[in-house]
C-alpha cells in the first residue's frame, strides 16, 4: 500500500483514482465507527479493482454554519490523513464546503459530487447519513439516486460501545480528561502534534527539562499533568509527563504544552515534528506558594505518569 493522497478538488481526485469506492463523511477522529465504514470501503473495492478512498469537507460543515462554534476537531488533517492510510485508504479527496455544496439538491450531489466529478463505482455512509439542502436526501435517497446511475452503495450499521460510537462522545471524554473512554472509542490513544519550539527553559531550571511543543490541534484536554508518550517518528516513543497550562505560580498568562521525557538525560529535539499520545490524567493545574513546593508536587507527578505508564 502506497503513501495516501490528499486532493483538494474533485477533478483531481478524478484523475488519480480508479472509479473510486468512497465513504463520505469527516473522520475526525478516525474512531471505531469510521474504521466500519473504511472496512467496507476496502471490501467493495477489492469486488470493483477500484480505489478506496474518502471524501470529506474543508472546513467541516459544522465550522460552516455555526462559524463561532468553540474549537472541536480531534484530529488535524495530517493526523486524520495518516489514520485513513493506516487503514487501507489511498485517497482523500476534501473538498471546500461553501454556499455552492451546501446548495445542492440530493441529485445534484449524487450527479455533481459522486457521478460526474469523482466517477465513483461504489458509496459508502453510515445509516445515520444525510446529505443536500436542508439535509433533505437520506440513505434511502442516496441508494435510489445511486442505483439509478449505476454506482454500487453500502449503508453500515453504526459500531456500538453501549451507545453507538460517535466524534463527539470522543470530544466528551477528551475534555473530561478520560483517555480510557477515548481510547477504548478511538481504538488509538488520543494525540496532540506539533513542532518542539524554543521556551523559557524554566522547567530546565527547576531539573525538570520539557520540551515546549507548539500544537496544531483545535482540541486540548483540559489544563493540567498528564501521563503521555512522547513520539518522534525518527528517534521513537519515551515516556513523558506532559503540562498543559499557563503555569499559574508563575503568574504566566499564555498556556502552554510541555512535555518532560523520563530517563532521558539530553536529546535535541528542536524543530522535530513530534506527537504526544494521552494515557491518563495525573492531576488538575495548580498554583504553588513557591518553586521548591511546586518541584516537590512535579516529583509526586513524575510517578504517577510513570505508574500510569507502566514505565
Known amino acids: 500500500m502506497g503513501e495516501i493522497v490528499l ?13 473510486p469506492v468512497v465513504a463520505i463523511g469527516n473522520f475526525d477522529g478516525v474512531h471505531r465507527g469510521h474504521k466500519a465504514l473504511i472496512a467496507k470501503v476496502t471490501e467493495m473495492a477489492g469486488e470493483l479493482s477500484a480505489s478506496p478512498a474518502v471524501l470529506t469537507f ?6 460552516y454554519f455555526r462559524p463561532d462554534v468553540p474549537p472541536f476537531r480531534l484530529t488535524t488533517n495530517e493526523q486524520r490523513a495518516n489514520l485513513l492510510e493506516r487503514y487501507g485508504i489511498e485517497g482523500c479527496a476534501a473538498i471546500p464546503f461553501n454556499a455552492d455544496l451546501a ?38 435517497t442516496l441508494t435510489r439516486l445511486c442505483d439509478e446511475r449505476g454506482i454500487k452503495t453500502a449503508i453500515v450499521t453504526p459500531v456500538r460501545s453501549g451507545e453507538i460510537i460517535s466524534s463527539t462522545k470522543i470530544r466528551d471524554a477528551v475534555r473530561e480528561a478520560d483517555f480510557d473512554t477515548a481510547t477504548h472509542l478511538m481504538g488509538h490513544p488520543f494525540a496532540l502534534i506539533g513542532n518542539v519550539v524554543h521556551g523559557a527553559a524554566r522547567g530546565r531550571d527547576l531539573g525538570f527539562p520539557t520540551a515546549n511543543v507548539d500544537v496544531e490541534n483545535e482540541l486540548l484536554p483540559p489544563n493540567g499533568i498528564y501521563a503521555t508518550w512522547f513520539v518522534d517518528p525518527e528517534l521513537g516513543r519515551f515516556p513523558s509527563a506532559t ?12 498556556r502552554s504544552v510541555e512535555a518532560y521525557i523520563l530517563d532521558v538525560d ?14 491518563g490524567h495525573v492531576r488538575g493545574d495548580a498554583k504553588f506558594e513557591s518553586a521548591e513546593a511546586l518541584v516537590e508536587q512535579m516529583q509526586k507527578d513524575v510517578a504517577k505518569a510513570r505508574e500510569l505508564l507502566g514505565a
Open 7 to 19: 486532493y483538494s478538488s474533485l477533478a483531481e481526485a478524478a484523475k488519480n483514482l480508479t472509479n
Open 58 to 63: 474543508e472546513p467541516h460543515p459544522v465550522r
Open 103 to 140: 446548495s445542492l439538491t440530493p441529485e445534484e450531489f449524487v450527479d455533481d459530487i459522486l457521478h460526474n466529478g469523482l466517477n465513483a463505482s461504489g458509496v459508502v455512509v453510515g445509516e445515520g447519513f444525510v446529505f443536500g439542502k436542508a439535509r433533505a436526501g437520506d440513505t434511502d
Open 243 to 254: 503540562y498543559i497550562g499557563t503555569k499559574p505560580t508563575f503568574d504566566g498568562e499564555s
Open 266 to 279: 539530553s536529546i535535541d529535539l528542536y524543530e522535530r515534528h513530534v506527537s504526544l499520545e494521552f494515557v
